[in-house]
């Protein structure tokens, strides 16, 4: 069993040699091999990019992931804007069947409402908007019908 120091070195390390996020603005501490991220980035994209990272990393148990997606005012996106962006997203993505999934924005979170026959499609829905511009979260309720 890897120690604590250990893990949050192996955190660091992996965030530092990531190219698609600043690892500066992240902190990283661990207890008993649960490894808790915090600080703030500028996209989603940084905030998913930092958590999947540190999952592989030997010895994490658990994660809590409490970075907060801040962006500066110069990069906000108007909520109807995003909600454009993301249905068409949504719509030019061949996985989903036609008009299964809405969208709905509010404060640069995206809430994926409707019903599709394959978690697959639930899942692709969500990666369809996840990586959009001015997105700070992605709350996914389309439910998957047997």
């Known amino acids: 069993m890897r120690l604590d120091k250990e893990i949050q070195e192996a955190v660091l390390k992996e965030l530092e040699f990531e190219p ?5 603005d992240i902190g990283v501490t661990v207890h008993d091999g ?5 600080g703030r980035v500028a996209t989603l994209h940084e905030k998913w990019t930092a958590e999947k990272i540190t999952r592989v990393v030997a010895g994490v148990r658990g994660l809590a992931n409490d970075v907060v997606v801040s962006m500066t005012a110069g990069d906000l996106r ?8 993301a249905a068409n997203a949504i719509g030019w993505t061949s996985a989903l069947p036609p008009d299964a999934v809405q969208v709905t924005v509010r404060d640069g979170w995206i809430t994926l409402t409707g019903s599709v026959p394959w978690p697959y499609q639930k899942i692709a829905a969500e990666h369809a908007v996840e990586h959009l511009y001015g997105v700070k979260g992605v709350a996914n309720s389309i439910i998957v019908e047997s």
């Open 20 to 24: 698609s996020i600043n690892a500066a």
């Open 34 to 38: 649960v490894v808790s991220l915090n």
């Open 78 to 85: 108007a909520d109807p804007a995003i909600a454009h962006a």
